[in-house]
């Protein structure tokens, strides 16, 4: 089995422990905020025999916990959101160190084939300008950013299929939800409504295990709808 380790061991930090075994990985780290204050914890002997992190911090710690792992040459998977403006920093350390990395805004393969859709639906609905869109989502009340990352990215989609008109954006955050994201095109005549629910965190914490199992061994920068899965 290939070793991992889990940088950020909150509620998904657990959920990846407890399904590891079944993507070929045994946890061999787990690092939070105790153990790894200001990046104590990314040492060479405590990576020493690991295949690939595992990132689900918080914002303001991705880039020094990316910089760290990929100064030890180990691959990492970021699955923490609100982290963009650092991208081409990002991008600068891991080809420096010869590394990998995946990321993206919701590691769920529902919402991956929901970008898809999307994609589509906005290219399909520029040729009818009496329709106006609206982009929308939900999250738990612990959820740092807002709007998400995921919601940013399919406003990203439908304007590089090409839809070019304003799209309205809201976000909300309350309770205990793990997060719903609508996407919505309005007209005098009628509504088209699509929606993504995810019912759990499950979905997420499988995503950033198929990732890890993807790039161990491998370096680069990747989209995590760029591999295949």
Do not use: C
């Amino acid at each position: 089995m290939h070793k991992l380790a889990i940088v950020g061991y909150g509620k998904m930090g657990k959920l990846i422990e407890q399904l590891a075994p079944q993507y070929g990985f045994e946890v061999a780290l787990k690092l939070d905020e105790f153990n790894n204050a200001e990046g104590s914890g990314l040492t060479a002997a405590n990576f020493a025999g690991i295949d690939a992190a595992i990132e689900f911090s918080i914002p303001s710690a991705v880039p020094g916990n990316v910089a760290g792992i990929a100064a030890l040459g180990v691959p990492v998977v970021v699955g923490t959101t609100g982290w963009l403006e650092h991208m081409e920093e990002l991008k600068r350390i891991v080809s420096t160190h010869g590394t990998g990395l995946v990321w993206s805004p919701n590691f769920s393969i529902g919402v991956n084939l929901f970008f898809r859709l999307i994609a589509e639906a906005a290219r399909l609905v520029e040729a009818e300008p009496e329709y106006g869109a609206w982009a929308w989502e939900i999250h738990h009340s612990a959820k740092k950013d807002a709007p998400s990352g995921t919601l940013l990215k399919l406003v990203e989609e439908m304007k590089a299929a090409g839809y070019t008109r304003n799209i309205d954006i809201g976000s909300n955050r309350a309770g205990a939800m793990p997060g719903t994201h609508e996407i919505g095109f309005d007209s005098p005549a009628d509504t088209i409504t699509l929606r993504h629910t995810a019912r759990n965190r499950e979905g997420f914490a499988r995503g950033a295990l198929k990732a890890a199992q993807w790039i161990v061994g491998k370096k680069g920068f990747y989209e995590f709808s760029e591999i295949e899965f």
